[in-house]
């Protein structure tokens, strides 16, 4: 057993050496507040994690009627009727997920683009107040971005921007129907402005940590300044983009406020960016406080749970996207 007890150690040091690296660091901490400290942390990091379990369970719970009344029928059906009692969250995912996507496909190039001018280009008595107002749209509340959308934004689309995309591509399932203003474009729209600021703050720390000697070598063998800024700076912040956007698509998944005003609040599955839809978030803010009965008590905590495996799974796609060109970079 002595022999067993000596040879353990050794043998996890070998395999984990991290292991024993940690031991002799707590066997070091022999002062009381060091410990408090690290077991404080402990706690919270753990607590955190039980928080999050919690939650999903708590959820889980509440839409285990639905699930079991509808099974799969709840994920492939459109129909969302409380006098009847047929719940389908089909349309809702299919306009979460739409409007998300469409909206970070709209927000990242121009997010790159103003990062980009206001880390390079941009002179200094620019930069930093044109930066600091750009980092001030992320602090408005979600609720006035609603507003504003419902009584300028979407005015607008319907009276410019939206007729003359009907006239000219309303042959294209895109932009068919009439123009409502309020609809899936709104919504879009809406989204970019708001997931904007967060993604290009990012990407202005990314641009920053790029060290100048990267720049400073690409201009000395003869690159123009726009090659530069593609070779030395854009080439090395793919990872750094896309960590970007992963925050800005977990905001636009999960806003609700400002998609609910101008959406439209119809579960409708349509091509068209002129049409009205509905997301989860929108749904859930809508009929949660009204529902008058207990099965739709648990389709909306359905698609509640949902929303979070959504969010999930995009959010896990988007990380191993980084994963991959994290490699890709090292190995490259």
Same mark, same amino acid.
């Given at each position: 057993?002595?022999?067993? =007890?000596?040879?353990?150690?050794?043998?996890?040091?070998?395999?984990?050496?991290?292991? =024993?690296?940690?031991?002799?660091?707590?066997? +070091?901490?022999?002062?009381?507040?060091?410990?408090?400290?690290?077991?404080?942390?402990?706690?919270?990091?753990?607590?955190?994690?039980?928080?999050?379990?919690?939650?999903?369970?708590?959820?889980?719970?509440?839409?285990?009627?639905?699930?079991?009344?509808?099974?799969?029928?709840?994920?492939?059906?459109?129909?969302?009727?409380?006098?009847?009692?047929?719940?389908?969250?089909?349309?809702?995912?299919?306009?979460?997920?739409?409007?998300?996507?469409?909206?970070?496909?709209?927000?990242?190039?121009?997010?790159?683009?103003?990062?980009?001018?206001?880390?390079?280009?941009?002179?200094?008595?620019?930069?930093?107040?044109?930066?600091?107002?750009?980092?001030?749209?992320?602090?408005?509340?979600?609720?006035?971005?609603?507003?504003?959308?419902?009584?300028?934004?979407?005015?607008?689309?319907?009276?410019?921007?939206?007729?003359?995309?009907?006239?000219?591509?309303?042959?294209?399932?895109?932009?068919?129907?009439?123009?409502?203003?309020?609809?899936?474009?709104?919504?879009?729209?809406?989204?970019?402005?708001?997931?904007?600021?967060?993604?290009?703050?990012?990407?202005?720390e990314v641009f920053r940590a790029i060290p100048r000697?990267?720049?400073?070598?690409?201009?000395?063998?003869?690159?123009?300044?726009?090659?530069?800024?593609?070779?030395?700076?854009? +080439?090395?912040?793919?990872?750094?983009?896309?960590?970007a956007t992963i925050l800005g698509l977990g905001r636009?998944?999960?806003?609700?406020?400002?998609?609910?005003?101008?959406?439209?609040?119809?579960?409708?599955?349509?091509?068209?960016?002129?049409? =009205?839809?509905?997301?989860?978030?929108?749904?859930?803010?809508?009929?949660?406080?009204?529902?008058? =009965?207990?099965?739709?008590?648990?389709?909306?905590?359905?698609?509640?749970?949902?929303?979070?495996?959504?969010?999930?799974?995009?959010?896990?796609?988007?990380?191993?996207?980084v994963w991959r060109v994290n490699s890709q970079y090292?190995?490259?």
């Open positions: 057993m002595e022999v067993e =007890s000596k040879w353990i150690p050794f043998v996890l040091e070998r395999i984990i050496p991290g292991i =024993s690296s940690a031991r002799r660091i707590r066997r +070091r901490d022999v002062n009381w507040g060091d410990r408090v400290f690290y077991y404080g942390l402990k706690l919270s990091a753990w607590a955190l994690g039980a928080l999050l379990l919690y939650m999903i369970l708590l959820i889980w719970k509440m839409s285990e009627p639905a699930f079991q009344m509808y099974g799969w029928r709840f994920f492939v059906t459109n129909d969302w009727n409380s006098v009847t009692g047929e719940f389908g969250a089909l349309a809702l995912i299919y306009g979460t997920v739409v409007s998300s996507l469409a909206a970070i496909g709209l927000a990242v190039p121009v997010s790159v683009a103003v990062a980009l001018f206001l880390n390079e280009l941009a002179p200094e008595w620019l930069s930093r107040p044109l930066g600091f107002l750009v980092e001030m749209l992320a602090a408005i509340p979600s609720i006035v971005y609603g507003l504003w959308g419902l009584f300028v934004l979407a005015p607008f689309l319907r009276n410019y921007i939206q007729p003359p995309l009907a006239d000219y591509l309303g042959f294209t399932p895109l932009f068919s129907g009439p123009p409502m203003g309020v609809g899936m474009m709104a919504a879009v729209v809406i989204l970019a402005i708001m997931v904007m600021p967060t993604i290009t703050a990012i990407c202005r000697s990267n720049r400073e070598a690409a201009l000395g063998l003869g690159a123009t300044r726009w090659e530069m800024l593609k070779i030395a700076v854009l +080439r090395s912040s793919h990872a750094g983009i896309l960590g636009a998944l999960g806003e609700t406020m400002a998609v609910t005003m101008v959406i439209g609040n119809n579960p409708l599955i349509s091509a068209s960016l002129f049409s =009205s839809a509905q997301t989860m978030s929108s749904i859930l803010a809508n009929q949660y406080a009204e529902a008058d =009965s207990l099965l739709q008590l648990s389709a909306l905590s359905a698609v509640a749970f949902t929303l979070f495996l959504v969010s999930l799974l995009i959010n896990g796609f988007a990380r191993l996207i090292k190995s490259g």
